[in-house]
């Protein structure tokens, strides 16, 4: 089985600073990788995935995440953050090539200090 | 807005009751995915149905159920209520351009906040 950890639950960042969030995955399989965004009493949005090819995957809004296979991560950056990216975020991860669920991290909540 | 509708919005209930959440998927999206998000828990997938057929299962207890409609609506039924079902329940759909599978980009609906008294 997989699953996914998201090393700060909170992580707490001055306005146009950069950031970086963290996502740890376990896996004896390929997997797929996701980042998905959930802002205040809204659904999720996705913000990028990562399913083969280049390591560096790039989203909405800015965000970024490489995919380390040696390291098992998938680490989501933004060189300058805003006020609006006050929010929670989700890493996932799901087997690759099959009907298989997404396993979600425990959400780390991002702060945006003016 | 991502298209994906969900209703109600909020539901207050007792423990030991039966509820229905339903969920319409964006135009066109034939697959609808279910998914409960508790304090407790964090978010779970619950199921996923495809073109009317279950397609994959997740963390579904057995006193829950869902199904999807010939008109691509989804239901998830849950019944025997416990204070531990108190969640926020999402529906996602994903788009049809892929084969339906979990690498397709699921859009989310707004939830459905169920409270179990």
């Known amino acids: 089985a997989q699953s996914v950890t998201q090393l700060d639950s909170q992580v707490p960042v001055f306005e146009e600073a950069p950031v970086e969030l963290r996502c740890n995955y376990s896996?004896?399989?390929?997997?797929?990788l996701f980042w998905y965004v959930q802002y205040p009493n809204q659904g999720l949005q996705l913000l990028l995935k990562?399913?083969?090819?280049?390591?560096l995957v790039k989203g909405i809004n800015g965000f970024e995440a490489e995919f380390n296979k040696s390291q098992t991560s998938f680490h989501l950056r933004k060189p300058s953050v805003h006020i609006s990216d006050t929010a929670e975020y989700f890493c996932?991860?799901?087997?690759?090539?099959?009907?298989?669920?997404?396993?979600f991290g425990t959400g780390t909540r991002l702060t945006i200090i003016p | 807005d991502s298209g994906v509708t969900q209703t109600p919005k909020h539901l207050i209930t007792a423990t030991g009751q039966r509820v229905t959440l339903r969920c319409s998927p964006r135009?066109?999206?034939?697959?609808v995915y279910w998914y409960q998000q508790s304090l407790d828990q964090g978010l779970q997938f619950l199921i996923q149905?495809?073109?009317?057929?279950?397609?994959a299962k997740g963390n579904i207890l057995e006193r829950f159920s869902a199904q999807q409609f010939p008109d691509l609506h989804s239901e998830l039924n849950l019944s025997s209520l416990e204070l531990g079902d108190s969640a926020l329940y999402f529906c996602?759909?994903?788009?049809?351009?892929?084969?339906?599978?979990?690498?397709?980009?699921?859009?989310f609906g707004p939830g459905t906040r169920l409270t179990v008294l």
């Open positions: 996932a991860v799901s087997v690759a090539f099959g009907n298989e669920k997404l396993t």
């Open positions: 135009s066109g999206d034939l697959s």
């Open positions: 149905y495809y073109n009317g057929e279950e397609r």
């Open positions: 996602a759909s994903s788009d049809s351009l892929g084969s339906g599978g979990i690498a397709d980009t699921q859009y």
């Open positions: 990562y399913l083969s090819g280049s390591t």
């Open positions: 896996s004896s399989v390929s997997v797929y």
